[in-house]
């Protein structure tokens, strides 16, 4: 079964970190680009981080730029999310997901097609 | 990075068919063919619908299409069903950049 399990997440003070983890199965995660992505309480969807199955390529929202670092091991099949200089306005249900590979085209799609359960983060005093 | 633009809601009966539209500019939506549409149920992880514009995942219902013309894309859902009423996020690629969403709408199915 194709799975994605987060950890790590809880309640953090404003400029704390946190690393959050996501353990990869049942496909060749090294085959496949990775992202983060946050939905705050009753808000909308954010991709936070993207990075490509060498790691060679990884790009950040703005709003995260400079503090977060996005990883991954592939001979552990785990993607990471480190979290730097929390603030308030990073709390949120944090996803990893896997970039859906169309089989017919050969190419991935920016569609995110399996997602974790997700992790909650919260950054308050 | 601006957010892609959903109108906040829409409705609709059962039966009918609704549209959701999704709006960006020329270095996202319009630049090219990687938009893709998500549902996502009240305490649910999003689920991926539509990618590519208009290619369904195996698995998705017909009943769902879309399509895209300059900057706009759109999702069409026909013969609404009570299951259908859900939160849709749409985003984009960007070059150079993480995806991009779209704020999202609520569909009411009246």
């Known amino acids: 079964e194709v799975q994605l399990v987060e950890s790590g997440g809880g309640l953090v003070q404003p400029g704390g970190s946190l690393r959050l983890s996501c353990a990869a199965s049942g496909f060749p995660f090294s085959s496949y680009i990775m992202y983060w992505v946050r939905q705050a309480p009753g808000k909308g969807l954010e991709c936070v981080a993207y990075i490509s199955s060498s790691s060679s390529t990884i790009y950040y929202a703005d709003s995260v730029k400079g503090r977060f670092t996005i990883s991954r091991d592939n001979a552990r099949n785990s993607l990471y999310l480190q979290m730097n200089s929390l603030r308030a306005e990073d709390t949120a249900f944090y996803y990893c997901a896997r970039d859906f590979w169309n089989p017919y085209y050969r190419h991935f799609t920016y569609g995110l097609d399996v997602w974790g359960q997700g992790t909650t983060v919260s950054v308050s005093s | 990075q601006s957010a892609l633009t959903q109108p906040a809601s829409v409705s609709g009966s059962p039966g009918q068919s609704i549209t959701i539209s999704c709006t960006g500019t020329s270095s996202d939506v319009g630049g090219y063919d990687h938009v893709s549409w998500y549902q996502q149920h009240p305490g649910k992880v999003p689920k991926l619908m539509i990618y590519?514009?208009?290619q369904r995942p195996s698995g998705v219902s017909n009943r769902f299409s879309g399509s895209k013309s300059a900057n706009t894309a759109s999702l069409t859902i026909s013969g609404l069903q009570a299951e259908d009423e859900a939160d849709y996020y749409c985003s984009s690629y960007i070059s150079g950049s993480t995806v991009v969403f779209g704020g999202g709408t609520k569909l009411t199915v009246l």
């Open positions: 590519d514009v208009s």
